[in-house]
């Protein structure tokens, strides 16, 4: 089985402070993340993923996330939080071979101005 | 890049009647698609994923028999909530799988009366 646990559920960070949400994964085999994000009413929009290479990943709108096998983890950051990067954020996972995804709990991010 | 649709995307309906819910691959064919349910700030729960010219594979729990799914086309899955009562009432989200990255509709809300 393969599931995400996002431990945070609304991160609150300055505006032009460094932004990041927090993911770890469980999968068997080789995993492929992802993060989406979903503003209101909206569905999910594409941020960055990983599949195979370099452990750095960077994705739309400033954001980057860093792949950590050791650790299982896929955090995402971005060096300079705007307000409009106030969003509900979703990490995933899948694996090799499997196109069903297994998504976190979700975090609330909130950029105060 | 590419992109999903999803029709109607607000409805409302009466208590016992049956909505159907379209999802299309605009700009690429799609042999699987995925539906989701998504209640406020919660995560995704994958209901079915929908296959081209066969039966769609449910989740547990996940009644066939009142969520019915049709994709007949490579651009085109459906979904049928059937006698829909007022607990139905949610955010549904459909994704189409190209070369093992979903992409994401818009999604529907669902207000059952």
């Known amino acids: 089985a393969q599931s995400v646990a996002q431990p945070e559920d609304q991160v609150n960070v300055a505006e032009g402070n460094p932004l990041t949400v927090k993911c770890t994964y469980s999968?068997?085999?080789?995993?492929?993340l992802f993060w989406y994000v979903q503003y209101p009413n909206r569905g999910l929009q594409f941020l960055l993923k990983?599949?195979?290479?370099?452990?750095l990943v960077k994705g739309s709108y400033g954001f980057e996330a860093e792949f950590n096998k050791s650790q299982t983890s896929f955090h995402l950051k971005k060096p300079s939080a705007l307000v409009s990067d106030s969003a509900l954020y979703f990490c995933a996972v899948t694996r090799q071979g499997n196109n069903r995804l297994a998504f976190g709990k979700g975090n609330q991010v909130v950029v105060i101005p | 890049g590419a992109v999903v649709s999803q029709h109607p995307s607000r409805v409302i309906c009466k208590s016992g009647t049956s909505v159907k819910i379209e999802c299309r691959s605009l700009?690429?064919?799609?042999?699987?698609m995925f539906w989701y349910r998504q209640f406020p700030k919660q995560s995704l729960m994958l209901m079915a994923t929908s296959n081209e010219g066969s039966k769609a594979t449910y989740e547990q729990g996940v009644e066939k028999d009142k969520f019915l799914i049709n994709h007949a086309s490579l651009t085109l899955s459906t979904l049928t909530v059937t006698s829909a009562h007022p607990e139905d009432s949610s955010f549904y989200i459909c994704?189409?799988?190209?070369?093992?990255?979903?992409?994401f509709g818009p999604g529907t809300r669902l207000t059952v009366l």
């Open positions: 999968v068997s085999g080789n995993p492929y």
């Open positions: 700009d690429f064919q799609a042999t699987t």
């Open positions: 990983y599949i195979t290479g370099d452990n």
């Open positions: 994704s189409a799988d190209d070369y093992n990255e979903q992409f």
